[in-house]
């Protein structure tokens, strides 16, 4: 009997458009080792990273939550993920020195400086047109889900899923009844973390639009962030 | 340009097999009505359910953990959840009266009932194969991440994506840190949810094969839980 898999859509597909489709760090997502790169506001950037280099990203004015994500590059089914995360390192707010996994308890990552005080969100999914739809919003609005697909088109690939991401600086604490809040980051202009890559990956960076939750600082002003392969 | 996806693994291929493969409930999953079904110890069913039924989860010895998914019928690419749940409930600890949204932010299920005393994990992954050699495994353990491949090849589906499960049952607390703990069971023999589809679609559980890890009761041994539609 032949597998139905169903009316597919396409996960890789963005719902809409920016100008990330059109502003990739090179056209395979190579970086330039050292040079600083701009992930602007309300979009999204790919960057290849290969085993032993290390990845610096910098919240330049401290008040921006970045939506982080890292594939294997020879296959983009194997992927940073939170829950497998939450499993391996007993926690839900991942620390220095530990090895954060993918959907295959590999090691991809391992975080390696925090210079901010370390409050970054592992449960929450990347806002997308729905988020912002059921916000009241009624056209077009950027997400970091379509960033992440729009970065990916941009060197020449394709989301296959959407992982939930590291939401880097993202303030959500969780209260002992289990219930979450929606705060502004807590970080400083200039705060960076290091995570060295254990395998061959392409890490995704979109600096959320989020501008109607107060996540992105106290006046909600989606900024840009920057980052650097050493 | 033509858009590379990379050298793909298949998410839907189980990893080895157990008597899952062999025990759909029917051809296509579709239940008789009021009929009670067994999820035997270490293994994984499928059944579609249709927006307006409720399917009845129920914990036959109270000790036992149930990974629980649901797909949209016509599309295996949208699925109940957890990181928008979490999202859209703000909490990591839904509860009765809540809709259960999918990675579109629909809602797919109305958790309408539970006896137990609604302790449910909402933050770890699917146990799998790796899992169990991270923990000393040597050979093939039951897993529910194949227990979902096998239940969906079984009834002629195959999984597009391993979405974060529904952890019916699982005792995870969160502490004011972060950190995670894992513990045994606190619901009682007999205990049930009753959740009702919000949309057709087709719900995935497995009695989680898990005898290492203390969350399956004191004993940490696996046994079988039953479902009906209604």
């Known amino acids: 009997m032949p597998l139905d898999t169903g009316t597919m859509t396409d996960p890789g597909e963005p719902t ?8 990739p760090i090179s056209q395979d997502g190579r970086p330039i080792i050292g040079q600083r790169y701009e992930v602007a506001a309300r979009q999204g950037r790919a960057v290849r990273v290969n085993a032993g280099q290390t990845i610096r990203v910098i919240n330049t004015h401290g008040t921006q939550v970045c939506d982080f994500w890292a594939f294997a ?87 296959l899923e959407i992982p939930a991401p590291l939401n880097l600086w993202m303030n959500i604490p969780i209260n002992a009844e289990g219930g979450i809040d929606w705060c502004p980051t807590v970080s400083k202009p200039g705060d960076y973390v290091d995570m ?32 650097e392969i050493h």
């Not at 809409?16 to 502003?23: E, F």
């Not at 991809?108 to 729905?130: Q, R, Y």
């Open 73 to 159: 590059e020879n296959d983009l089914h194997e992927f940073l993920s939170m829950e497998h995360l939450h499993s391996q390192l007993e926690t839900v707010m991942p620390r220095v020195g530990q090895s954060l996994c993918t959907n295959r308890r590999r090691p991809i990552l391992h975080f390696t400086t925090d210079t901010s005080p370390g409050v970054h969100d592992t449960v929450i999914a990347a806002c997308d047109i729905h988020r912002y739809h059921s916000l009241g919003v009624k056209d077009y609005h950027d997400n970091c889900t379509d960033n992440l697909r729009m970065a990916l088109i941009a060197i020449g690939l394709r989301a």
């Open 196 to 227: 060295t890559a254990e395998m061959d990956c392409i890490a995704v960076m979109s600096a959320c639009p989020q501008d109607i939750v107060p996540i992105n600082g106290p006046d909600s002003t989606p900024v840009e962030l920057h980052f």
């Open 16 to 23: 809409g458009t920016n100008a990330t489709l059109q502003s």
